[in-house]
């Protein structure tokens, strides 16, 4: 949109003038596109919570339709429920809330990570009191940059999502964290720069006390 803001004209491929109407639709083409594309670089859980979350939100629906939403990406309910990624109860299933996932929660200790909670769990520690940018920073730091890249890139796609179904609340989640990720970049260098620095004294520190050191 701002390419076809800052130009004077914009012109079809017959030279006349296109619409805005026009213009929008062709942005519109494009964003689906890549957001297609996107989608298949996540693993298959996280793309089962996207093309949840487009559906339903947080919303809860009967368990009949995740069954038949996760077959599409040849896994099981069972699956979805032993990755944090969903509550499955009485026939009806939904995705985990932020507030209901763990506040001890550790990307190396996960032995089945997604892309998805990466993502949920760096806004639930934006959010929280407790939390805020260096608690976030050092969870980013956790994931390394593969996963750390896919939670960015989830961010802008659940802010779409949410923008195109007019869900302003969780809207303001995404929001906020693509907007910090900058911040979160820069307090990123920090907390591993201070990683680093801490980890260079405590080995000084151990080879002052060995026999026969003379460092």
């Not at 179904?165 to 995404?174: I, L, P, S, Y």
């Amino acid at each position: 949109m701002g390419i076809f803001t800052a130009a004077s004209n914009v012109l079809e491929p017959d030279d006349t003038p296109m619409t805005v109407r026009a213009a929008i639709a062709l942005i519109n083409q494009v964003r689906a596109e890549i957001s297609g594309e996107e989608t298949t670089g996540y693993d298959r859980e996280t793309q089962f919570c996207i093309d949840w979350f487009d559906e339903f939100g947080m919303d809860e629906s009967t368990s009949g339709a995740a069954i038949g939403m996760a077959q599409a990406y040849d896994i099981g309910l069972d699956d979805l429920q032993k990755s944090g990624v969903v509550s499955a109860q009485a026939g009806k299933t939904r995705l985990l809330r932020r507030d209901e996932l763990q506040s001890d929660w550790s990307p190396r200790a996960d032995k089945r990570l997604t892309d998805w909670e990466c993502v949920q769990h760096l806004a639930r520690v934006m959010e929280s009191p407790d939390g805020g940018m260096d608690a976030a920073a050092r969870l980013y730091s956790e994931m390394g940059s593969e996963r750390g890249e896919a939670a960015r890139m989830l961010a802008y796609r659940l802010y779409d999502i949410c923008e195109r179904r007019d869900r302003a609340k969780e809207a303001q989640v995404w929001n906020m964290l693509a907007q910090e990720w900058p911040a979160l970049d820069a307090a990123l260098i920090r907390v591993e720069d201070e990683s680093r620095r801490r980890s260079s004294e405590n080995q000084g520190t151990l080879g002052d006390g060995l026999p026969g050191w003379d460092g």
